[in-house]
């Protein structure tokens, strides 16, 4: 059986056992993050958030008025679909079971 990098049954030619050992090792532990206490692993995330907290585009006072908007009146809007949806059900039910 073979996939795309080779033959999964039989190492790959020119490879010693040396390299077929050395890829049965345990994987290393998380190198310098593995080491560091829960404070200070916590300091990171903090420090980490921060950095990207920056890179946020925040949207203008005007940008904002008008997303804000957008998302008033779409949400109106499906009030009243939803409304009147379910206004025409009711009447259906109360015409067929009434």
Avoid: C, H
């Avoid at 998380?30 to 890179?55: C, H, N, S, T, W």
Wanted: aromatic fraction near 8%; charge should be positive.
């Amino acid at each position: 059986m073979t996939d795309a990098l080779g033959s999964i049954d039989m190492p790959e030619r020119g490879r010693s056992e040396d390299d077929t050992a050395e890829s049965t090792r345990k994987p290393r532990r998380g190198g310098k993050r593995g080491k560091k206490g829960p404070l200070a692993r916590m300091a990171l995330f903090y420090r980490q958030i921060v950095a990207e907290l920056r890179k946020v585009v925040w949207p203008s006072r005007s940008q904002l008025s008008t997303y804000t908007t957008v998302v008033i009146v779409f949400v109106v809007v499906i009030i009243g679909l939803v409304t009147v949806i379910d206004l025409g059900i009711n009447r259906v039910v109360g015409y067929v079971f009434g």
